[in-house]
């Protein structure tokens, strides 16, 4: 196992036992632009008897990149160097960005992974020849990975949604991140590249499950997961929140507010108490 290999399992390990007290951290990919080809169009592309060449292993259990890169031809203009993965795949599937969609003269189209029925197509070029695929081109919608242990840890399942909250000068909230559920599958969010530059997130960051509808799809508060505050021995002019993330925190700033109350098994996150620490915010949690 290679150091980012081992890095990834601890980081995860330590996130699913956060999540089993309540407190729901995701770590971030960001999907570049990339090809998935089946074995058959891969040899055309190639050359016949030609198999891929792994280059380096990725996040999720059993990809890899390869050596090799395509071109993709649309209407308009085409991307080269565009790198393929692997292992081979049923269907031939090309992951661009919108904005990629735009230089080639596509119309974006947001589908999950695999879905390909009525998307269009475009033509492939190898330095053994080219094809043409009548569909598969796809802006890959937002999603998270998980494995079974992992889903059950965060109280998701296949099919929920989640959203999470973007620390960046932006603030905001990113949701209907689709929940994928596998025992194949490694904690992850994936974001393109689009998504990721909107928001100021680099990869690797670990963002913060929140919003409005934090817990409406089973991510459950727990008492267990308090992080310390100074005692509240007076009554609260306002009331005090259950979570408070670095958006509230946020907030208050914009607000003039110089102190937050947290209820007695309330949950204030790392990245909220740093924050309050260094904008001189005080934190004060009421009494049980």
């Not at 973007?166 to 998504?195: A, C, M, Q």
């Not at 690797?204 to 934090?214: D, F, H, M």
Request: hydrophobic share 40%; glycine share 10%.
């Amino acid at each position: 196992m290679d150091k980012e290999a081992l890095e990834r399992l601890v980081r995860n390990a330590v996130l699913t036992e956060f999540a089993k007290q309540g407190v729901c951290f995701f770590p971030v990919a960001i999907s570049g632009r990339h090809v998935h080809l089946s074995k058959n169009d891969f040899e055309k592309l190639f050359g016949p008897g030609k198999t891929m060449t792994k280059a380096r292993d990725l996040s999720q259990p059993g990809q890899f990149s390869c050596e090799e890169n395509v071109e993709v031809i649309g209407p308009k203009a085409s991307i080269q160097k565009v790198r393929v993965l692997g292992p081979a795949r049923s269907d031939t599937q090309v992951e661009v960005s919108a904005t990629d969609c735009f230089k080639l003269g596509i119309k974006p189209d947001i589908r999950m992974s695999g879905n390909i029925a009525g998307t269009v197509g475009c033509t492939l070029a190898g330095p053994a020849g080219r094809i043409t695929i009548n569909a598969g081109v796809i802006v890959a919608a937002r999603h998270v990975h998980l494995s079974d242990d992992q889903a059950a840890a965060y109280g998701v399942k296949e099919g929920d949604a989640i959203s999470l909250m973007t620390p960046s000068p932006r603030d905001g909230i990113i949701g209907n991140i689709t929940v994928r559920v596998s025992k194949e599958f490694d904690l992850e969010v994936h974001l393109d590249t689009d998504e990721a530059n909107g928001n100021g997130i680099l990869c690797g960051t670990i963002l913060e499950a929140g919003g409005e509808n934090i817990f409406s799809r089973g991510l459950s508060k727990s008492a267990g997961a308090a992080k310390s505050a100074a005692a509240c021995t007076q009554t609260p002019p306002v009331p005090a929140l259950e979570l408070i993330t670095e958006r509230d925190i946020n907030k208050a700033l914009v607000r003039g507010d110089k102190t937050l109350y947290c209820t007695a098994n309330g949950f204030i996150s790392p990245a909220a108490a740093d924050r309050a620490k260094e904008r001189g915010i005080t934190l004060c949690r009421l009494h049980g």
